[in-house]
Structure formats: C-alpha cells, structure tokens
C-alpha cells in the first residue's frame, strides 16, 4: 500500500489524507468502503495490520467486519466480541482513543488469532473509536504504528464515520428490498397452487433463505389427537424424519399456536417453555429461534354453505440465525409469509375436502351399478386403475391423468339405464339384448353431460367400446375420431373384462389376455396403450381381479 506517513504537522500530507478520504467517500459499497478506510488508517499510522469493527446494537457485541495483515487474522472476519471486551472495547466504551506502548503485558489484551507465532509479531496497538454524533459506532484499531497521528485519525473517524453510516443504511435498504422482493415473490409462487406438499415444501425452504437461518420447520395441527405434527423440515432429509408428535401445549411452538402470539427467542437455554425433544430425535441443536403462528382467516364459502371461520391450523418456526439474531423486521416478515401460508393451506384443505367428497360421490355411484352385476364386482374401480397405470407410462399430464382416472371410474355409469334382466343375465345374451346394452356408453354420456365438472371425461363415457377400424358403437368412430382418454378407457375395460370370470366363462390369466390385446392391436385397439398397460403389469403396477384377491385371502390366512 501507499504509504500516507509523515509528521503531524506537515501540511501537505494532512491535504493527501483528507483527499484519499475523499475519495473513499465516494464508495456506497461497503465493503469496500471500509477495507479502503482501514487502509488509509494503517498507513497513516505506519501500522502493519489492523481491524475495524462495526457495532451491533442488537447484540452489543463488535463485529470484526474488516481485518488487514496476515492470512491466519484475516480469518477473524465475521466474528464477534462483547463490545466491552479488550483494548477494542475499551475504546469504545470509552469514547476515546487508547494507546498501548505494550500490547503483550496489557491485562486487556485477549489476542488476535489462534497462533501464537503471529500474536508475538504484534508489539503495540492503538484503537479509536468512529464516533457519530456524540456516539460510536464502531472501533479501529492499527497494530505496530510508528507514530500516533491522534488528530488526523480523529479527523478521519469523524470524517468517515457519516459515510459508514449511509453505506451501511444502503446495504439494509438494499437488503430490506431484496427480503421483501422474495418474500413476494414466495407469496405469488405458493398462491399459485393448491397442493398442500408443494406448498409446504416451497415455504420451508423460503422461510430459511428469507431469514438466513440454518433450519425451519413447519407445525400443523391435528384437531382429532390435539397434536401437533412436524410435517416437514428443510434441515432434516425428510426420508429420514421421524414421526414426530408433540401435545398442543407443549414447547414454544405449543405456546405460540395455542395463544398466537409470536415468540422471538434469543437463547433457548433461558426459556422453560423450550421442548427438547425434537432435537433428541432429529440430532439437531437449536440455540436460538423465531416462531410465529399460522393463522388462517374466514373464508366466506358462498351459494348459502356460510363460511368457515378464523383459526390457527399450526406454528411456522425458523432455527438458529447465522448472523445476528433475530429482529422485530424478521419477526414481521415470517409473519406475512406465516400468514399467506395459513391462507393458501386453508383454501388447500377446503379444496381437498370438496375434490373428496366429489370422488366418495362417484365412487359411491359406480359401487352402486357395479352391485347390480356381482360378475362386474370392483370393475370400474380396476379399470379406473389401469387407465391410470397406462396414462403414467405413456407420461400424460397430471391434469390428464386425472380426467382419466375419474372417466375410468364412469365409463360404466350408463348401465344404470339398462334393464337388470340384461345386466343379470347368466347366459349370452341374444341380439335384441345386445343392441339395447350398446346403448350405456351414450347413456352414460348424456347423463354426465350435465355435470360442468365431467366435459374432459365425457369420451371414457361415450367412446370405450369404440374400434380403430370403425367397428366398435355406438356412433362407429374411427381411429382419428377417437380421443385419447376413450383408447386408453378401451384398453383396460377389455383387460380387466378378460381376466374377471363371467357367467359364460372364467377369467383367462393376465399373459393370455396380453396376447389377445396384442392380436387386437391396430385394428380394435390403440398399440401404444396396449404397449403401455404390458409394461405396468410386467413392473407390479397392476394386478388383475383374481390376484388382488388372492393377495386378500393370504392376508387373512
């Protein structure tokens, strides 16, 4: 570095100084400003290394935010030291500079670094403090100088310390936006879905970037048990977490969800309230944290249903802050994104429930048709599944797949207007019987029409007993007619309609079926479909009606 040394009184370097101050003030970044600041002090002073501290009010502790000299000191940056700890401390305790002739036989000298080779090269010290407006706001301190400028260095404390002050409200503005930046966009990203584990999953791992924190975890609660459920965890690999349970009332997260307030704790150790058993379990060590409450507000169902009133459904909890500790504006921030979490998983649960009650009723409806036949016992439930099975293999969409899952369920819902006596025939039945079955399909669709919920799943309705070659009913349809939903829907309706007994003959086994799936194929059936479901029965997907039965009986037995 340049050195700035001279006497105190030579003119001309005190305009050089303050001219190399000036253009550091000129630096926003602050790093920067403050590497180049503690620069300038050391070379004024003829020094060898130095440090410069900065104060955290919220810890009272000094943080060795630039350290200059050799590699092993330089490790030091980022620590902390009580702000009344060393020469440093004084210093700033004091509001004046102290000067040490004997820095190794002065009782307030702790050392710089671990090694003791590199504490001995160090033989004097001097340490102002950066004083603002009647206060400090930090401390220099320069090892091995040759001279003690006291008023220069002042007049650069003084100098600087306004700049430090405006670099360092930039960074937190700048932090501040950036925190609030990903926090809305957090919000917009779980708005977005109403899948209670993409939800979870994204908050966690939001919540912990957001607050700089080594983990989080999320609490809901089972209103059944009156527990709460550790559902998920960023820091624990949750193929590997264990199923944790804690009573309502138990620990700080218990405080917070059973009185929704927001718990700030520095020092888990000084809080009675603090459950120590998830840390026993999952072998991690919280020291500090920050908990808040999900609370989850009315919501007005509408079309007469009422509405579904506030409350807290868990606690959100981030652990261990890695700088600092936990603040007021931390507090706030996991409480907004707390907040629009317990909104989203609200509407999630409501959601779930509705989609719910929707299958039960489908389920309950097929159950029904399928009772009037005991030959097509669990036929629509089995076909359902296949459809499902060949959706995933030929890689469909979630969306289709669901569409495909629910029109397997109906495809046989027309047979609700076919006569028992057709349905319960024990024999083959003659033309006239047969042409009137061959109706179902457009029965079924015609009933399901009417539902706005089912148009995706119309075709599995109105187009599994459909052919490639045109053959099929009941309207004919050829290869380009026919949807994708109805190819798939035919497949596993005549797989699952092979291998299930009937009243003419008995169920054939899974690998002759696959062959006459295979002999259809092109003509009567989609090859990529049949392709599709081979491939799931072959991996232990699916099983056909007398395995899923045998595998029942051995369990019994």
Not at 10 to 20: I, N, P, T
Not at 33 to 47: F, K, N, T, Y
Not at 244 to 252: H, L, T, V
Not at 512 to 533: F, M
Request: net charge negative; aromatic share 4%.
């Amino acid at each position: 570095m340049d050195t700035l040394t001279a006497a105190p009184n030579d003119a001309s370097h005190l305009f050089r100084v303050l001219e190399r101050a000036n253009q550091i003030a000129s630096t926003t970044e602050l790093d920067d400003l403050l590497e180049a600041m503690l620069e300038l002090i050391i070379s004024v002073c003829g020094g060898s290394a130095g440090t410069l501290y900065l104060h955290d009010k919220t810890t009272n502790e000094l943080i060795f935010e630039v350290v200059q000299g050799s590699k092993t000191s330089r490790k030091l940056r980022g620590q902390r030291i009580p702000a009344d700890k060393g020469i440093a401390g004084a210093a700033f305790q004091d509001g004046q500079p102290i000067i040490v002739e004997d820095l190794q036989h002065d009782p307030r000298w702790f050392g710089m670094v671990g090694d003791t080779s590199e504490q001995r090269k160090l033989h004097n010290s001097i340490a102002f403090p950066l004083l603002l407006r009647g206060g400090a706001i930090g401390v220099v301190q320069v090892f091995n100088y040759q001279q003690t400028p006291l008023q220069v260095v002042r007049l650069l404390g003084t100098r600087m310390a306004s700049e430090i002050e405006k670099a360092i409200l930039l960074r937190n503005s700048e932090q501040r936006e950036a925190r609030l930046k990903t926090l809305v966009g957090t919000i917009q990203t779980i708005s977005s879905t109403l899948d209670r584990d993409q939800v979870l999953h994204h908050i966690i791992g939001a919540a912990r970037d957001l607050l700089n924190v080594e983990a989080s975890s999320l609490f809901l609660m089972d209103e059944k048990t009156d527990e709460l459920v550790l559902f998920i965890s960023q820091h624990v690999d949750r193929t590997h977490l264990p199923h944790i349970r804690i009573p309502a009332s138990e620990g700080i997260i218990g405080h917070v969800v059973t009185t929704g307030e927001t718990v700030l704790c520095p020092d888990v150790r000084e809080d009675q309230r603090h459950f120590s058993g998830v840390d026993h379990v999952t072998g991690f060590e919280t020291r500090s944290l920050l908990a808040v409450p999900l609370r989850a507000p009315t919501v007005v169902l509408g079309q007469d249903r009422g509405e579904a009133e506030s409350k807290i459904i868990g606690g959100l909890e981030v652990v261990n802050k890695l700088e600092g500790m936990f603040t007021e504006e931390d507090a706030q921030l996991l409480s907004t994104l707390a907040n629009q979490t317990a909104t989203v998983l609200r509407l999630a649960r409501l959601y779930a429930e509705a989609n719910e009650l929707f299958i039960d009723t489908i389920k309950a409806i097929t159950t029904a048709i399928d009772a009037k036949d005991p030959y097509t016992h669990g036929h629509s439930q089995r076909v359902s599944d296949f459809s499902v099975a060949i959706a995933k293999e030929l890689n469909l969409t979630p969306e289709i797949i669901h569409h495909i899952r629910i029109g397997g369920l109906l495809h046989d819902v027309g047979k609700i207007g076919i006569p028992d006596a057709i349905l319960t025939k024990p024999g083959r039945l003659t033309d006239k019987e047969f042409k009137k079955m061959k109706e179902h399909p457009l029965i079924g669709a015609n009933i399901m029409k009417q539902v706005r919920m089912l148009q995706a799943e119309l075709p599995a309705l109105a187009e599994h007993h459909e052919r490639l070659d045109g053959r099929g009913y009941p309207l004919g349809l050829r290869n380009g007619q026919i949807s994708l939903v109805g190819r798939v829907v035919a497949v596993a309706d005549m797989f699952d309609a092979l291998t299930s007994n009937r009243p003419y003959r008995n169920a054939l086994s899974a690998e002759e079926t696959l062959e006459i799936l295979n002999a259809n194929r092109g003509a009567h059936l989609d090859g990529k479909c049949v392709d599709a479901l081979a491939q799931a029965y072959a991996a232990g997907k699916i099983r056909t009606q007398k395995e899923q039965e045998q595998t029942e009986a051995s369990k019994r037995e």
